[in-house]
């Protein structure tokens, strides 16, 4: 599987830019802040409904508009075919297969696997919980169907009973009345279900993230070890917040016996204090904590183990092999590094990588490279548009070419003109929230 052309609309710096990228070796050059890694961020979005470097839609949409559209030509032997995602500002993000009926955006990623090396990477080990979950969150949408709507739920179950939970604490702080007793108890009852709802999701969650992380451990292990020496030995466990998963056949039951006890602490804080927003991964070397123990080079290559153990069971279980992202590697990674991970990115059915300047990247024969200074900007020709959707283009900073998703794919406004494709599928947004 690869794609063989990327459009995006209105994402980030991008108002508007069409590439074509080649199977095999495709290296995206120019200076910094020409919008490099937008273009590998939007393939990163479009895969798993989500970026290792934005933690809501909001900064993916250029600044001063409203949506982000993402279009992509995906090749998979004699097919063709065209994913696309509307990325809202408010109202749920939105998808579409080959021009069809819009979904939820949560309906289509996942189809398009992407596994995005960056310098960062090595912050899945030192860094905070919330990155780890990040990284546990893009291999539930890779490798468990329907993992993304169960998250958008948990987070909307999650989300209401805060509310109800700040309510019964604003409640306690101005004292009991007739009045305020009622609705007290109003809260009281409304945060029962809540707790129910947070439980059953929590639950499954949990299940499903446990069952991931049973599938990376072992790759995890085997792949430190070869890049490693086979001395050192690393480890990953799932570390859940609701950990009677793992001590019972039953756990409902303990984790409402779990908020009973809390019960006090949360209304005090007005958070949901235990459940799988809490959740962790352990990363182990020889036993200890890697966080603690590991050293530098040691944390980046379990970072790149991790990521590496992601692909290979991504490819395993769903027979797809995942398009590579390397983002930025070779500037900023020393030379033992870029080698790691060009050793194993050689060969892929379709790498992209992201290199600020000519000399930082190794010698890849046979790489399609493209120049993106030439993607932004674009004389008035090639910012003609729309003729036969009778809407005539008046975006004076229009910068690159006109982009159109049909069931023929996405295509330049040289083959055909139009633009109202991008609008209609906003206008579909139902009133949900806006994650993927
Ligand atoms: N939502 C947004 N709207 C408009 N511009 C944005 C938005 N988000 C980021 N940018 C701009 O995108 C640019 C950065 O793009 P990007 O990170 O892709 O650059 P790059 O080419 O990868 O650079 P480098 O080589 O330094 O990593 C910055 O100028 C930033 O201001």
New binding site residues.
């Given amino acids: 599987m690869h794609i063989s052309r990327l459009a995006l609309d209105r994402f980030?710096?991008w108002h508007q830019c069409v590439l074509d990228l080649d199977p095999g070796v495709n290296v995206l050059q120019?200076r910094?802040?020409?919008?490099?890694?937008?273009i590998v961020e939007a393939v990163e979005v479009l895969s798993t409904g989500g970026s290792h470097r934005a933690s809501s839609s909001l900064?993916?949409?250029?600044?001063g508009q409203t949506s982000a559209v993402v279009r992509a030509n995906v090749e998979d032997g004699a097919r063709t075919t065209t994913y696309e995602i509307t990325i809202a500002s408010r109202g749920a993000n939105r998808g579409r297969v080959n021009g069809g009926a819009s979904v939820y955006m949560r309906d289509i990623v996942g189809r398009v696997p992407c596994v995005t090396f960056t310098p960062e990477d090595q912050r899945m080990v030192a860094g905070d919980p919330a990155t780890r979950r990040g990284f546990l969150d893009q291999a539930g949408v890779l490798l468990s169907p329907g993992y993304a709507a169960l998250t958008q739920t948990f987070s909307k179950i999650g989300r209401q009973r805060a509310t109800l939970l700040k309510q019964l604490g604003d409640r306690n702080a101005s004292g009991p009345d007739g009045v305020g007793a009622t609705m007290r108890d109003a809260a009281l009852s409304g945060l029962e279900i809540w707790t129910g709802q947070f439980i059953e999701a929590g639950v499954e969650l949990t299940k499903r993230r446990q069952s991931v992380v049973e599938r990376l451990a072992g790759p995890f292990a085997r792949i430190y070890a070869e890049l490693a020496g086979d001395t050192e030995q690393a480890a990953l466990r799932y570390d859940p917040s609701f950990d009677e998963v793992l001590a019972f056949d039953e756990p409902g039951p303990h984790i409402s016996q779990h908020f009973q006890r809390i019960y006090p602490g949360e209304v005090a804080r007005g958070v949901n204090l235990i459940g799988p927003q809490r959740d962790d991964l352990a990363l182990e070397l020889n036993g200890m904590a890697a966080r603690e123990y590991a050293s530098n080079g040691e944390m980046w290559t379990m970072a790149l183990a991790l990521k590496m153990a992601l692909f290979e069971t991504v490819a395993q279980d769903t027979d797809v092999t995942p398009i590579v992202i390397l983002d930025?590697v070779f500037a900023q990674l020393d030379e033992y590094r870029r080698n790691q991970i060009m050793e194993f990115a050689a060969g892929q059915p379709q790498v992209l990588i992201?290199v600020?300047a000519a000399g930082d990247m190794p010698e890849l024969p046979g790489a399609n490279v493209i120049d993106v200074a030439s993607l932004v900007g674009g004389d008035a020709d090639e910012t003609a548009v729309a003729e036969d959707s009778g809407r005539v283009a008046d975006d004076a900073d229009a910068r690159a070419r006109e982009v159109r998703s049909a069931g023929a794919g996405v295509e330049r406004s040289d083959e055909r003109s139009a633009g109202a494709e991008v609008e209609r599928s906003v206008i579909e947004r139902s009133g949900e929230g806006r994650a993927a």
Avoid: F
């Fill in positions: 980030r710096s120019g910094n802040g020409l919008g490099k890694t937008n900064p993916l949409i250029e600044r930025d992201t600020a």
